[in-house]
Nanobody
Framework: QAQLVESGGGLVQAGGSLRLSCTAS????????MAWYRQGPGKQRELVAL???????NYGDSLKDRFTISRDNAKNTVYLQMNSLKPEGTAVYYC?????????WGQGTQVTVSS
């Protein structure tokens, strides 16, 4: 089992930056991938960014230029650096981690971007 705890959300003006962190704890920490998803008001949950255990990354549409995902395996932590935030980025951001058998989710952290 694993637990994921996100931090770093908050209120930011359009054009600003935030860095989200997600730290994993528990016994099942050999994740094939870790990722960030987001769910805006009235919208479906969507992939923001993903990083594999080997360091390969994948980003949601139109986000690669402004968002950067990184991973510190020694700290069991994944980060999401978000720059040039836009109001449409207002959402709950969820951390996700996958093993061959299990998928884990964090509780989410709210990001609000004011115009």
């Amino acid at each position: 089992q694993a637990q994921l705890v996100e931090s770093g959300g908050g209120l930011v003006q359009a054009g600003g930056s935030l860095r989200l962190s997600c730290t994993a704890s528990g016994s099942a920490l050999s994740f094939n991938s870790m990722a960030w998803y987001r769910q805006g008001p009235g919208k479906q949950r969507e992939l923001v960014a993903l990083i594999t255990s080997g360091g390969s990354t994948n980003y949601g549409d139109s986000l690669k230029d402004r968002f950067t995902i990184s991973r510190d395996n020694a700290k069991n932590t994944v980060y999401l650096q978000m720059n040039s935030l836009k109001p449409e980025g207002t959402a709950v951001y969820y951390c996700n981690a996958r093993t061959p058998r299990w998928t884990y989710w964090g509780q989410g952290t709210q990001v609000t971007v004011s115009s």
